[in-house]
């Protein structure tokens, strides 16, 4: 049979009645230590936990068993009174042999049985650790929400990219390949806009964008300079509030270039970026990389390494150099450069070069204006003596043609290529430093027709 006990905490309360296997649980909770006081029902006193449980509860006390030894009597037949005193003694004797029934010790009233109260640390440490936990997966997902974000980025970049590393228009003689981190974007990807690209790159970890364009060069505007005005009048087009930070020059494959720093806002950003512009012949090459201000040092190295990966062939150039070779010893009253103005403006249009001597006639005639009164005085002054040693019928053969040809009239292919001989010798024959005056004038006035729509 189970024993019920009763237990003591130090402020007096008591908890019970209660058996062994709940003082064990109490004490595995920490409810109650090994010292506390613990009475079991029956016994003397209390007695400290730790005992209690020692024993298992069974305390052993010596127990004086009373017996009272009734010696038998030869009587048959005692009287009442004897039998009622034989009777009482055993009575006693029964009652001695049963082990003494102890009150409980007071120790204030009982009271019903309840858990004792938990230690409070055993729910404090617990809610704090639990609570250190959340707050650090907290604050590591707060610190890593800029990382999430940009791999996402990232990964939305790389869904448009295209599995070449490198870009080539032989027409152009145009090559680049992709430096490391850059990679190659599909011509319909929503990234940026740019439909009249013909390369568009990425940098994903750094969030940049490069679009490589080429145009034909518009009439007369030789100076890179005027290119890169355009390269930047294009994209503020599409990028409002973009402003120039400065200028200066750069190479592409060894061709001269000029490039601007330039920077704008887009959404809350800042942004900055980079234009370069370079020509080969009468192709005009701009390269636009741009991406977040806060990766101004990365993005520059980037833009370098990109602009370095681009290889020019020089193929329109070398065309125009073989041209003007072939036609500058007829046309010795031009400049090397006006020669080459003449031949790229012929060979972008798709014309053919081997008449320039009589075209560049014309050119110079429709530029004309541009020289000042003193200039053109002087110009007419050396062509009188160009003239001069032509007698009469040839000089008035000569400027009959020369009529016609600025006229754009068809005349013969002998008489173009015998007047053509005549000037020729006229220009030769003339005083170097004279000849070199009227090629200053003439380009002048090339440069002016050249440029007219």
């Not at 990234?191 to 390369?199: C, D, Q, S, Y």
């Not at 402003?243 to 200066?248: C, K, L, M, P, V």
């Not at 009469?392 to 005349?411: N, P």
Request: proline share 9%; charged share 25%; aromatic share 4%.
């Amino acid at each position: 049979m189970a024993h019920s006990y009763t237990v003591r905490m130090p402020d007096g309360k008591e908890y019970g009645p209660a058996d062994l296997e709940a003082l064990r649980a109490w004490q595995a909770e920490g409810r109650i230590g090994p010292d506390t006081l613990v009475w079991r029902e029956g016994e003397s006193d209390w007695r400290p936990l730790s005992q209690v449980l020692e024993t298992g509860g069974v305390r052993t006390e010596l127990v004086i068993e009373e017996t009272v030894t009734v010696a038998p009597r030869p009587s048959p037949a005692p009287a009442p009174e004897a039998a009622a005193s034989a009777e009482a003694g055993k009575v006693l004797e029964r009652t001695a042999k049963q082990p003494a029934v102890r009150p409980r010790p007071a120790a204030g009233p009982v009271r019903t049985a309840r858990r004792p109260r938990p230690s409070p640390w055993r729910i404090v440490v617990p809610l704090v650790l639990l609570a250190a936990v959340l707050g650090g997966a907290l604050l590591w997902w707060k610190l890593s929400q800029p990382a999430r974000d940009r791999q996402r980025a990232e990964a939305e970049i790389r869904r448009y990219a295209l599995p070449d590393r490198a870009f080539a228009e032989e027409a152009l003689g145009l090559r680049v390949e992709a430096p490391p981190g850059w990679i190659l974007l599909r011509p319909d990807n929503p990234l940026f806009h740019a439909p009249e690209a013909r390369l568009r790159l990425a940098q994903p970890a750094l969030s940049a964008f490069a679009r490589l364009s080429t145009q034909r060069r518009p009439r007369g505007a030789p100076s890179l300079d005027a290119a890169l005005d355009r390269a930047l009048a294009d994209w503020r087009l599409l990028t409002p509030g973009l402003q120039e930070e400065g200028r200066s020059d750069a190479s592409v494959s060894g061709t001269p270039a000029r490039k601007a720093a330039v920077t704008w806002s887009a959404d809350g950003q800042e942004m900055r970026g980079t234009a370069a512009v370079w020509r080969d012949g009468w192709n005009e090459c701009a390269l636009l990389a741009w991406g977040p201000a806060a990766n101004a040092p990365a993005l520059n190295t980037a833009t370098d390494a990109l602009v370095s990966h681009v290889r020019m062939a020089g193929t329109a150039a070398a065309k125009i150099r073989a041209a003007a070779d072939a036609v500058a010893p007829e046309a010795p009253e031009l400049s090397r450069a006006s020669v080459e103005a003449i031949v790229e403006s012929r060979l972008a249009a798709g014309e053919p070069t081997d008449d320039l001597p009589q075209a560049s006639i014309r050119v110079v005639s429709r530029g004309l204006r541009a020289l000042s009164s003193v200039e053109s005085q002087e110009m007419g002054q050396i062509y009188a003596q160009v003239y001069k040693p032509l007698k009469e019928k040839e000089r008035a053969r000569l400027a009959a043609w020369l009529s016609r040809v600025r006229a754009g009239a068809a005349v013969a292919p002998e008489e173009g290529q015998a007047m053509r001989q005549a000037l020729r010798d006229g220009f030769l024959a003339l005083p170097e430093d004279i000849r070199a005056r009227l090629q200053v004038l003439n380009e002048k006035a090339v440069t002016a027709a050249l440029a007219q729509p």
